[in-house]
């Protein structure tokens, strides 16, 4: 500042100007490292910085077009909002302008916005020392997906793979909640669900019948009767034919009917299966017929 220019001419007259000043101020100079993934439905924000010249700055989209649903702030150079349709814009660029009308731009850079990440699961009940098969999986986002336990612990005896698959032996019976699991999609985006469900550890499924003997012509029935599993169950015959008169129920588990004929039906076996595909078979059974006793 306090700056003058003088002019001297030929004969050595001189004029001086009014004291004036020269603002020497660092080129402007724009920086941010926005994300360069989105989801539709989920809130993205972004911040860029201007430095040097002489704020406050004006921001404006130099380049390219933003995504549905994203907007910039004029005033702090800011890109927010909640993505509405998958796309990916490329190509942006931000300019900012200083009070004297110094401008800079951004480097290049992209916002590809996915469809939603979510998670979806397929978990059903276990059985004690048995193989267990269940999943999660993800969508939305862009695979491929990547799997973690984020809160809980699972039922003792079971791992999660990185692929998403629930495997092993349940050791313990039991319900297990407050379990949440965690994916992460190819561009680093991940989502995190909570579940309500419970896995529930049954007991083993076992399955056994002690028929009584029939009397001929006379009222019969005989139950199969099933400990653990889930139900409902269903039960099929699968050794043997019944004595005549009697019939079996799938659904029941139950025989009845009345005896038509004396006879010893033998070799018998009922196969039980529960609504998780657990098999139990009953032991190998007779149901024998005799006629009434007289005097």
Request: charged share 15%.
């Amino acid at each position: 500042s306090g700056l003058t220019a003088v002019a001297r001419d030929r004969a050595g007259r001189t004029s001086s100007s009014a004291a004036f000043a020269i603002d020497v101020r660092d080129p402007v100079v724009v920086s941010g490292s926005p994300a360069g993934t989105a989801e539709v439905g989920r809130a993205y924000a972004a911040g860029f910085a201007a430095q040097g010249g002489r704020g406050p700055f004006v921001w404006s989209l130099a380049a390219g077009s933003l995504p549905a649903g994203l907007r910039l702030d004029a005033a702090t150079g800011a890109i927010s909002g909640t993505p509405t349709t998958v796309q990916t814009a490329t190509g942006l660029q931000l300019r900012a302008v200083d009070q004297d009308g110094r401008t800079a731009t951004s480097g290049s850079f992209d916002i590809a916005v996915a469809d939603t990440l979510l998670l979806s699961t397929n978990l059903p009940a276990g059985s004690i020392g048995v193989e267990y098969a269940g999943s999660v999986s993800g969508r939305g986002g862009r695979g491929p997906y990547a799997y973690a336990l984020a809160t809980g612990a699972l039922p003792p005896g079971l791992t999660l793979e990185q692929s998403g698959r629930l495997t092993g032996k349940p050791t313990t019976a039991g319900s297990y909640g407050g379990i949440s699991f965690r994916v992460v999609d190819a561009d680093g985006r991940s989502w995190t669900q909570p579940f309500s469900f419970i896995i529930n550890v049954a007991p083993a499924l076992s399955a056994g019948i002690s028929p009584a003997p029939a009397t001929l012509s006379s009222s019969y029935t005989a139950q199969v009767g099933v400990t653990g599993g889930r139900g409902p169950f269903v039960y099929d015959l699968i050794a043997g034919t019944l004595p005549s008169g009697l019939r079996w129920d799938g659904t029941t588990g139950l025989i009845s009917g009345t005896p038509t004929a004396v006879q010893v039906a033998s070799g018998l076996q009922v196969r039980v299966t529960d609504v998780d595909r657990r098999v139990a078979l009953t032991d190998v059974f007779a149901i024998a017929v005799s006629s009434p006793l007289r005097l």
